[in-house]
C-alpha cells in the first residue's frame, strides 16, 4: 500500500510556543463571526492581557488554550467544536495572509496536497525559524482515502486537525470525511484520522 513521509514518535521539542499568528487567527475568527465587543470580553474571560499579538512573537500554548476555553464558554460550544471551527477558518486566513500560493503548491488536489504534507512546515520554517512543527505521515493510500499519523509534543489540538482537513477540502472543492481512528488521549502511540474523499479529488 502507498504511504508518504514517516513518522518518528517521541523526542520533546521545547517549551510549547507558538507564534502569535495562531492567536491572531482565533482573533481573526472570533472578531469576523461575533464582533470586536466579543473579542475583548473573551480576552477578559481567558485572562489575556495582549493589546495585540504579534505574528513572529511566540506566546504560551496554554495561552492559546486559555482562549479556546473562554470561547467555548461564551459561545456555548465544546472546546474540541470550537477548535474544528478554529482548523476549517485557519486554511482561509492563512491564504488571505498571504500563503495561498504556498498551499497551491503543495498541491491543487487532496491527493497532492497529502504527499506533500509531511514535508510542508519545512517551508514554513523558512519565514519563522523557531517553528515547532506537527509531523505528519500517510499510510494506506487509496485513490480516495488514506491514514493521516499526526504526531506532536503539544497536547489537546487533535480536533484542531480535523477542521484544518475539513478547510483543505472546502478549498479544494472536494469535502473530506474525517474521522479519529486512534487517539493518544485514548492511550495510542500518536493520533490517527481515516481520511476519505469522493473520487475525482
Ligand atoms: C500556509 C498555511 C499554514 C501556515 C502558514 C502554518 C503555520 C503554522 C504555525 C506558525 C504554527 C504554530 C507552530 C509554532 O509556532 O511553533 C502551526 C502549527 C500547526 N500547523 Fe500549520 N500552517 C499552515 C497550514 C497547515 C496545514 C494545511 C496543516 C494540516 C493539515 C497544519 C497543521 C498544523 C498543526 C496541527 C499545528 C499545531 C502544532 C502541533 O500540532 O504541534 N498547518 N502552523
Redesign the pocket.
Known sequence: MASCGSIRTGGILGTP???G??NKAIEDMVRHHHGDAAWEELKARAGVDVEMFLNDE?YPDEMTHRLVAAASGMLGARPDEILVAFGRH??SY??A?G?GP??TAAGRTIPE?FAS?PS??NR?AM??P?????R?ACTDVTATSLRLH?V???HG?TA??TG??EG?GERMGTPVRVVLVESRDAGADHDVFDVSWSPGG
Open positions: 510556543r507558538m507564534y499568528m495562531v511566540a485557519w486554511i492563512t491564504a495572509e500563503y504556498l498551499m496536497f504534507l510542508f512546515h514554513i519565514i519563522f523557531g517553528l515547532q512543527p506537527p505528519f499526526y506532536t509534543h503539544r489540538l484542531f486537525v484544518l482537513l483543505l
